[in-house]
Nanobody, 125 residues
Framework: QVQLVESGGGLVQTGGSLRLSCAASASIDNIRTVGWYRQAPGKARAELVA???????????TYTEAVKGRFIVSRDNAKNSVYLQMNSLKPEDTGVYYC???????????????WGQGTQVTVSS
């Protein structure tokens, strides 16, 4: 199975920047969609923050409205990595950020969604 490991979280002041990284243990060449969810404090469900879907050489990105113009999602297949550049951070961006990848195909043809363990981002006011 493909393991996903996030890094780059931390404590930052309002207006600051952070860059999250997600390293996959295997190639992500054939994984169509990679991206990030976050779970805010006290919220029961995580929300999609950004994703990038690649088919052949064409990639499309999607962002939740709250981060448009501030966050940039990218992938580097050569490095088996996914990134989230977060600029102009706000206190409401605080939460645990999870990297995900789908579909990941097993040898038997079944597919699943892979998740990282999460990295904490805290934005102080």
């Amino acid at each position: 199975q493909v393991q996903l490991v996030e890094s780059g979280g931390g404590l930052v002041q309002t207006g600051g920047s952070l860059r999250l990284s997600c390293a996959a243990s295997a190639s992500i060449d054939n994984i169509r969609t990679v991206g990030w969810y976050r779970q805010a404090p006290g919220k029961a469900r995580a929300e999609l923050v950004a994703r990038i879907t690649s088919i052949s050489s064409v990639s499309n990105t999607t962002y939740t409205e709250a981060v448009k113009g501030r966050f940039i999602v990218s992938r580097d297949n050569a490095k088996n990595s996914v990134y989230l550049q977060m600029n102009s951070l706000k206190p409401e961006d605080t939460g645990v950020y999870y990297c995900y990848a789908e579909p990941i195909r097993l040898a038997n043809g079944q597919t699943y969604t892979g998740w990282g363990q999460g990295t904490q981002v805290t934005v102080s006011s």
